[in-house]
């Protein structure tokens, strides 16, 4: 806490204990008194109690609030409830709100390294992503990033591997992409825009209405237990995996910048607490209720689930490299954006392989485990 806040604030906790007059029980609540009080709004871009994401939103801004014993009064918008979804980032660079709740690859428009700060094509795990962020110099990147807009983000959540959407009809080679409309966002939707695709970037609240009128063929969303309360499979019945766009998209707390740099260090490090905690207990959510939303939806909804095959899928990775191909030339910082994250995903990666990846394929086949 900066020295000055600390006086003011003790000031006025001695002058409150004084004016109430009650003697020692008041005056032993002062040292509380004493911090600063701070009012925040969080915009987010999420419906209210929508699941995973809205809630996920919800539980940090009450945590956080919980964490300060109420000391840091938050306030939470909903999509729509004050702003828009896609007017969070104005709302909280301008200053007009402290901090939103998103995805910041909603924000590639502004800049295209926003997009790794959620996730691009063959990018990286939850567990890849926040050893990139944490350890390889993504934060630092990301600070840097942010800045630039007058924000300060900070991990908050993370859907894990996303579905890769939901198709009228079934797509067995690259051709059978071209002409599609499909809601995908970020720089996935640059991928499907290079193999022909119409990609157009949708709100979730606004998805389903459009998938049923025609407007779009397809889309995706996140994963069962997020695609079946969409009720996505009422208008498209295959569901195709693996998701070669988001796979770990994290979510952000997106700070107005001046806030942040007014915050003691103490209060950071609450922010910082309660973002982590979530970031870590939104993972947990979507692995507990993916799978039994998976079996519901094929067992209840006749849906049919369908792998990418390889010819798919080698056209993806082409269009995914000449997207960031041309990311690159957009910035310097574009460029060192891309190459920290390149290298993060070639070291990691090399060691998911051996770690992860080789010790789960084994254990499901001995144990007999399939989809
Ligand atoms: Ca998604």
Redesign the pocket.
Known sequence: MKRRDFMTGAAAGTAAAVAAGSGLAQAQKAPAMMKKRIEMAIVTTWPRDFPGLGTGAQRFAKRLQDMSDGRIKVSYFAAGERVGAFDSFDEVASGNAQAYHAADYYWKGKHPGWAYFTSVPFGLTYTEFNAWIRFGGGQQLWDELAAGFGLKGVMCGNTGV?MGGWFRKEINSPDDLKGLKMRIPGLGGDVMAKLGASPVSLPGGQIYENLVSGAIDAT???GPWNDEFMKFYEAAKYYYYPGMH?PG?MLSVGLNKKFWDSLSKADQTLVEAAAAMENDVMMAEYNAKNGAALARLTRDQGVQVRKFNDDVYDAFGKAAEEVFAGVVTHSPLAKRIHESFDKARREIGAWSNLADQAFVAQRNRVLGVSS
């Open positions: 996303q995706e969303w996140v988001e998209s």
